[in-house]
């Protein structure tokens, strides 16, 4: 079984500040990791994902994560932030190579503050 | 350009009706989801499919039906059973069996009258 944790469900912060959203992960098997971002009544799209390779992963928009096995973490981070990077997060989880079920976190809600 | 098409973005549902939400999606891509969104629990996988005439049930699949009879198409019916059938239903499609990236659609909030 797999899950996702993403402790907080809002985040505000100031415009041009640094902001850091985390997720915690759990799996018995390699993983695939992801975060998808979601504007006001729409779908989701890919920010970025860890498949393999360097724990360092960069995205769209400036975004990027680290892969942390040890602590099982996952964390988004950009260095400064809009008012245009105000949506809903999802940290997103799956088994790995072949066909598996992606398990999503419940979101974290990022306010930029003008 | 290519993508998938959800619709309607709005649904109204009586009490003992069946409705039919529509996910359409050019990508050429194998595999197709739904998954149903409330405020504050994430998203929550209703049903898949791999491939054509072949659908799995995913978390929450009681009081739901779909069909995979195209390719390009992946109904979703909310049956009478659902007794909590208001939320944000959103479909996605992903290229293979890695599932290294998820397409999703615009999304379609079904509410009950």
């Known amino acids: 079984a797999q899950s996702v944790t993403q402790l907080d469900s809002q985040v505000p912060v100031f415009e041009e500040a640094p902001v850091e959203l985390r997720c915690n992960y759990s799996?018995?098997?390699?993983?695939?990791l992801f975060w998808y971002v979601q504007y006001p009544n729409q779908g989701l799209q890919l920010l970025l994902k860890?498949?393999?390779?360097?724990?360092l992963v960069k995205g769209i928009n400036g975004f990027e994560a680290e892969f942390n096995k040890s602590q099982t973490s996952f964390h988004l981070r950009k260095p400064s932030v809009h008012i245009s990077d105000t949506a809903e997060y999802f940290c997103a989880v799956s088994g790995g190579r072949g066909y598996q079920k992606v398990t999503f976190g419940t979101g974290t809600k990022l306010q930029v503050i003008p | 350009d290519g993508g998938i098409t959800q619709s309607p973005k709005y649904l109204f549902r009586k009490e003992g009706q069946n409705v039919t939400l529509s996910c359409e999606q050019n990508l050429n891509h194998d595999a197709m989801y739904w998954y149903r969104q409330d405020p504050g629990q994430g998203l929550r996988l209703i049903y898949y499919s791999q491939i054509v005439n072949d659908f799995q049930k995913g978390d929450i699949a009681e009081g739901y039906s779909v069909s995979r009879e195209k390719k390009e198409s992946f109904p979703l019916t909310v049956t009478s059973a659902q007794k909590n059938p208001t939320a944000f239903y959103l479909c996605a499609s992903s290229m293979g069996r890695n599932n290294e990236k998820l397409f999703f659609g615009s999304g379609t909030q079904l509410s009950v009258l």
């Open positions: 860890y498949l393999s390779g360097s724990t």
């Open positions: 799996s018995s098997v390699s993983v695939y």
